[in-house]
Structure formats: C-alpha cells, structure tokens
C-alpha cells in the first residue's frame, strides 16, 4: 500500500523560507509512471495546485507562484520536497502531497495523498 | 487557467435521495476530468477519473458523466458516509484548477 507522508516545520515567520518533504512508502519515487505534486488548502477554502516533479527532475509549476517555488527529488531517499520562499500570511494552509498518475504517458489523475501538514505563516 | 466552476456550492440531502453535481470547465478539456470526495480533516479521495471512471473501491452508486465542458457526478443513493464536500479537477492542462467545492450536508 503506498503511503505519503509530509514533514517540516509548522510555523515559518513572514518573508522566511517554507520547506516541507514528502516521503513516499510502499512503492519507488523513481517510477516512470507517476508525477509527485504539491497541493495546499487555506482553511475553509479550495485546493489549488502548487507544483509537481517528476522522478527525471523536471518540474512544472503554478504560475501565480512559480517565481516563489522550488520542486525537488531525492529517488536515493524516495522523497519529493517544496520550497516556498517570501512566503506572507496567505500562505497558511494545509500542504498536502500526491501522487499524479500518468494514463499513455499523459499525468491524469491524483490517487494517493499525504494526509496533509498545516504550515502557518506568522511571526 | 482553466476555471472550474461547480454547482451548487452546497446542498442538502436525505439518506436514500438521489445527488447530482454539476462542473463546468470555462474550455473544452474532453474528458480529462476528475471528482474527489474530502470529509473534514482529511485528505481528498478520488472517486471517478477520466469523467467517468470509477476509481478502484469506490461504491457504485457514484457515477460521472461528460465531456467537452460539462460534467456530472450522480450519487444514485446517498448513504451517511457520503456527507462531505466533493470536489471537480481539470487533468488537461497545467496549472491543474479545482471546483471551489460542493458541500453535502444532511437534510
């Protein structure tokens, strides 16, 4: 059964850095089949898509936070890692991992996620 | 960005009734369209992918139909367990975008 789990500070003050790992269990970050994402969630609100790497290193990310973000992979570790920097109050949310499936070499869908780490952002 | 626009935002249901959601996409995205069922404090859980795939495990009586921009996700009998916000996802291009979310509640 694979399992994602998120790890990293909970609170990260005003312009400072936010670094969170996922750990990926019961199946190797290295496949070819999947793409490893980032997803937060304000309190009360939506999901919205932060970013995703794949096991080759290449990223996409969200344009309204692409200038702010870094996606990593570490297939030695089977981990996945974000960084945001400047963050500022409105980054507080629940960051969650997942796994994005690839169906004929196309990312499709997000089947297994992290159960999700509150980072708030205050001093 | 594509925005996906779901309806209602929230509704209010019985056990045993009928629940039908509605996603629109704001560009044809074929069927690149997925559902996820989250309860509070927890993670989002797929349940249909492709438009209307059932995920492995997922009961039957969720179901999904559409394509191009319109979509739907049937709940032929809701069961207590299925009170929770559900959520519409486009898979056909990035950045990926969400449905702002359909709250059902108990009636």
Do not use: H
């Not at chain 1, 999901?47 to 790497?53: K, S």
């Not at chain 1, 344009?63 to 960084?83: C, V, W």
């Not at chain 2, 209010?12 to 560009?27: F, H, L, M, N, W």
């Amino acid at each position: 059964q694979v399992q994602l789990q998120e790890s990293g500070p909970g609170l990260v003050k005003p312009s400072q850095t936010l670094s969170l790992t996922c750990t990926v269990s019961g199946g190797s970050i290295s496949s070819g089949s999947y793409y490893w994402s980032w997803i937060r969630q304000p309190a009360g609100k939506g999901l919205e898509w932060i970013g995703r790497v794949s096991a080759t290193g290449s990223t996409n990310s969200n344009p309204s936070l692409k200038s702010r973000i870094t996606l990593s992979i570490d297939t030695s570790r089977n981990q996945f890692s974000l960084k945001l920097s400047s963050v500022a109050a409105a980054d507080t949310a629940v960051y969650y991992c997942a796994r994005e499936v690839l169906v004929a070499a196309l990312p499709y869908y997000f089947d297994y996620w992290g159960q999700g780490i509150l980072v708030t952002v205050s001093s | 960005d594509i925005q996906m626009t779901q309806s209602p935002s929230s509704l209010s249901a019985s056990v045993g009734d009928r629940v039908t959601i509605t996603c629109r996409a704001g560009q044809s995205i074929s069927t690149y369209l997925n559902w996820y069922q989250q309860k509070p404090g927890k993670a989002p859980n797929l349940l249909i992918y492709g438009a209307s795939n059932l995920q492995s495990g997922v009961p039957s009586r969720f179901s999904g139909s559409g394509s191009g921009t319109d979509f739907t996700l049937t709940i032929s009998s809701l069961q207590r367990e299925d009170f929770a916000t559900y959520y519409c996802q486009q898979s056909y291009i990035t950045p990926r975008t969400f449905g702002q979310g359909t709250k059902v509640e108990i009636k």
